[in-house]
């Protein structure tokens, strides 16, 4: 069942090809998010880390990781993806940080060795397409992070994003009933009311017990996005002032960060470590 659900996953990103790279690029909403992540990611992140990637799509953040001063073995199990990945990073000077490019399903890391990384990162919802099989998943990414190492990733966030799809969930409910959008909203599972994209959403407290249950400890949560979720226009009026719109994410990324905004976003990002 999960192994199908993974493959309806790969085909749904081998056809969404590059619509991937424009998701942090179409919309306000999109760049702040971006600058979430990234912000996130720097904290984590130090010259000389040997990181692997996984879910790394078209490459955004192997751009970052290169500027970081980091050298990435990138991986995704969507061989479109990963050819998209060879050329938006190809001709770029991250390539030289680019040590390797390899299928990998984020639930089978068992070609790695114990300890083999400085960073593991995992963002844009790997572990959200592992279903039942994200404890094992997250293990193994724990497994192969140095001890005083960092597994850095992004979940799809269950509560958030049923506030912001309302629209989209009551479309749903016409469509596949009250009783799948009930199973859906009490288990966070997108399986009970969607075709095409599905997913395992999360709550915060979810992600600190899946990280515990693997062994782990939750070093940092951050809410992606909070207040910028809404209103398109405000936020190009925010953003055509440099001045105004840096502080504007500095803001945004301070209020992303606080417990009671986490489950607020449409992802949530965490840093976890072997305790
Ligand atoms: C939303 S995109 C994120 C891409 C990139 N990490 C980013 O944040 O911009 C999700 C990526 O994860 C990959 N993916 C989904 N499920 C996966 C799995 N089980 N194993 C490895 N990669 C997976 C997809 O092919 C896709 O490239």
């Known amino acids: 069942m999960t192994a199908n659900d993974r493959e309806r996953m790969r085909v749904f990103y081998d056809e969404l090809g590059e619509g991937e790279w424009a998701r942090f690029e179409a919309s306000p909403r999109g760049r702040v998010a971006y600058e979430v992540h990234r912000q996130f990611l720097d904290r984590f992140v130090k010259p000389g880390d040997h990181v692997l990637e996984v879910g790394a799509g078209p490459g955004r953040f192997t751009i970052d990781l290169a500027r970081l001063g980091a050298t990435v073995d990138v991986t995704d199990f969507s061989p479109v993806q990963l050819e998209l990945h060879r050329q938006h990073v190809g001709s770029t000077p991250a390539e030289g940080a680019v040590r390797s490019r390899e299928i990998l399903d984020i639930c089978d890391t068992s070609r790695y060795d114990d300890n083999d990384y400085d960073v ?31 597994v850095v990733g992004s979940v799809m966030s269950w509560l958030g994003s049923w506030r912001f799809f309302l629209r989209g969930a009551i479309e749903d409910m016409k469509a596949v009933g009250e009783d799948a959008i009930d199973l859906m909203l009490t288990t966070g599972d997108l399986r009970h009311s969607q075709t095409s994209h599905v997913c395992q959403m999360y709550r915060a407290r979810d992600v600190a017990n899946l990280v515990a249950a693997c062994g782990g ?3 940092a949560m951050s809410a992606s996005n909070w207040a910028s979720l809404s209103d398109t226009d405000v936020l190009e009026e925010i953003e055509a002032n440099p001045d105004r719109w840096a502080r504007f994410i500095r803001h945004e990324i301070n209020a992303c960060a606080e417990p009671g905004a986490l489950d607020g976003g449409t992802h949530l990002l965490f840093a976890a470590r072997k305790p």
């Open 120 to 150: 593991v990162l995992a963002y844009g919802g790997p572990l959200s397409y592992a279903f039942e099989e994200a404890a094992d998943a997250l293990t193994g990414l724990l497994r192969v992070t140095k001890p005083d190492g960092f």
């Open 217 to 219: 400890e939750v070093v």
